[in-house]
């Protein structure tokens, strides 16, 4: 019995890449609580590295898959910088709503 091999068109991951962004996007856009925010800059940085291993694995070269790596490094960084922000945050202002970042100042 042979095995068929479906290949996925490039097309499919570009448009769900796209879908990913822009929610990621507009998450951004529009929400206000930090968590959330830092949620929708990872699923924009995941999307990034789909489309980066759609088009290592096209190419047939495996470069993209070496920055994947790399943003995994910068995706982690930032989570860990964020969340210590986000810690002193709460402590400061009992919420972590980033409009009442501004209330930080004094």
């Known amino acids: 019995m042979t ?3 479906k290949h996925v068109d490039i097309s499919y991951y570009v448009y769900l890449s796209v879908l990913l962004f822009s929610i990621g996007v507009m998450g951004v856009l529009l ?12 699923l924009m940085l995941n ?8 088009f290592s ?10 920055f ?10 930032e989570v860990a910088v964020g969340l210590a922000i ?3 945050m709460y402590r400061n202002t009992k ?5 009442l970042l501004d209330k930080l100042k004094n």
């Open 86 to 88: 986000l810690v002193m």
């Open 95 to 99: 919420s972590v709503d980033v409009s």
């Open 31 to 42: 929400r206000r609580n930090a968590i959330i925010l830092f949620m929708c800059i990872e």
């Open 68 to 77: 994947v790596f790399f943003i995994m490094v910068v995706a982690a960084a």
């Open 3 to 5: 095995e068929v091999i």
């Open 57 to 66: 694995s096209y190419m047939g070269d495996a470069n993209g898959q070496l």
């Open 47 to 54: 999307s990034v590295n789909l489309l980066f291993v759609a």
